[in-house]
DNA sequence: TATTGTTATACTCTATAACTATA
DNA sequence: TATAGTTATAGAGTATAACAATA
C-alpha cells in the first residue's frame, strides 16, 4: 500500500531517498540538527518582521541598549559574543532608524555610550511581541516544559565553551 | 564580599553589567539562544578537524554520499535544505580531494551521480569519530537523557517548518 | 602601553537568475 | 516544458589587522 504522502514524497524525491526516518549518522549529531532547526527560526524570524524588518544581530543589539542604556559599543560586542568592528554597522543602522544615539561619555571620552530613543524602546517591545508570537506559533508542537528545557540545554552549551 | 570569579568579570567588564545572570528579554527567545550555542558547537566543529579540515556543510554532503552511493546532486541539496547551486563547489572541493567521483548516470544523461572513493569513505569514518568524539566532550555537561531529548526536540522543530 | 571606536579587507555561506544539455 | 548541473553575481554575517583618539 502506497499512502498519498508517500506518493507526494517519491514525486519529490525520484531516488527513493528514505528522507522522513532516518538519513545518516548526521541525525545523531547535535550540532547537524541544531543547524538545521536554526535555519528554520531564522527564516521564522525574517518572516515576522517582514520584508525590511531588522536582522537578528540587530535586534539583539537593540535588545540589549534598551536593557541597558548607556552601555558602551565595546562591552556591547563582549555580550553579544562578536568583534567590535563587527557592531559597527550594526549600530550605524539603528541609528539611522533614530532607535538610538551615540553620545559622547563625559567621563572617558574614547567611548561613545548608546543610549535608546523613545521611538527605539516602543519599536523594541512592539517587535519583541511580533517575535515572541511568531516563535510561539512555530513551536506550537512542543509543551511549555519542553521548550524551557531546550532553552536550559541550549544556555548550559553556551557555557560549556569557556571550560572546553 | 568580592569573589575571585567576580573580579575577573569585572575586569573584562568595566559597566558592571551581570553577563552571567539574566541578561535581558533573549534569553527567553529559544532563536537567540540556538544561534549562540551553535556559534559554540560549530566553533567546536571547526576545531575538531584542524586547519585544513572540511567544513559543516561539506561534511554533511560526505556523510549523505558514503550513505547513499550514487545520489544525485539534486536529491543531496533537497535533503540538506539547501540550493543546487550552492552545492556546485561543495563537491568540487570533495572531488578535489577525490573522496568522491561524479559519474554520469546512463540512464538519465544529466544526471551526475556522486560515488565515493574508497579514501573517502575511510577518510569521512575518521572524521565522523573526531567530530564525535568532539561534541562529546563539549557536552559533557549534559547527561544522555538529555541530549537525546535536545536532538529530539530539535528534529520537532525543523519538522515543524513545513506545517507553519 | 592599553582600550575605544572605526575602516579596510576578506572569507564563508547562501540565495536568485540565467544558461546548457538533456528529458 | 521541465529538470540537472552549472555559472555569475550579490548579500548577509563575521573575522583580522591596522589606525587615530584617548586613557
Redesign the pocket.
Known amino acids: 500500500m502506497t499512502t498519498r504522502a508517500q506518493l507526494k514524497a517519491n514525486k519529490a524525491n525520484?531516488d527513493n531517498l528514505d528522507i522522513n526516518t532516518t538519513v545518516s549518522d548526521l541525525e545523531n549529531l547535535v550540532g547537524y540538527n541544531m543547524?538545521r532547526a536554526y535555519?528554520v527560526i531564522h527564516k521564522d524570524f525574517r518572516e515576522a518582521l517582514g520584508e525590511n524588518g531588522i536582522?537578528?544581530?540587530?535586534f539583539s543589539a537593540l535588545s540589549l541598549v534598551v536593557t541597558y542604556p548607556q552601555i558602551?559599543?565595546?562591552n556591547l560586542a563582549r555580550m553579544l559574543?562578536?568583534?567590535?568592528?563587527?557592531?559597527?554597522?550594526i549600530?550605524d543602522g539603528l541609528e539611522q532608524q533614530d532607535y538610538l544615539a551615540?553620545v559622547h561619555s563625559p567621563s572617558?571620552?574614547?567611548?561613545?555610550a548608546l543610549v535608546p530613543t523613545a521611538e527605539g524602546v516602543k519599536a523594541y517591545h512592539a517587535m519583541l511581541a511580533t517575535v515572541q508570537a511568531h516563535e510561539d506559533k512555530l513551536l506550537a508542537g512542543l509543551s511549555s516544559s519542553e521548550k524551557s528545557t531546550l532553552v536550559k540545554l541550549l544556555i548550559k552549551i553556551r557555557a560549556a565553551e569557556s571550560q572546553a
Chains 1, 2 share one sequence.
Open positions: 525520484p543547524k535555519v536582522s537578528p544581530p540587530t558602551s559599543q565595546s559574543g562578536i568583534e567590535r568592528s563587527g557592531l559597527v554597522s549600530i551615540r572617558d571620552r574614547r567611548v561613545q
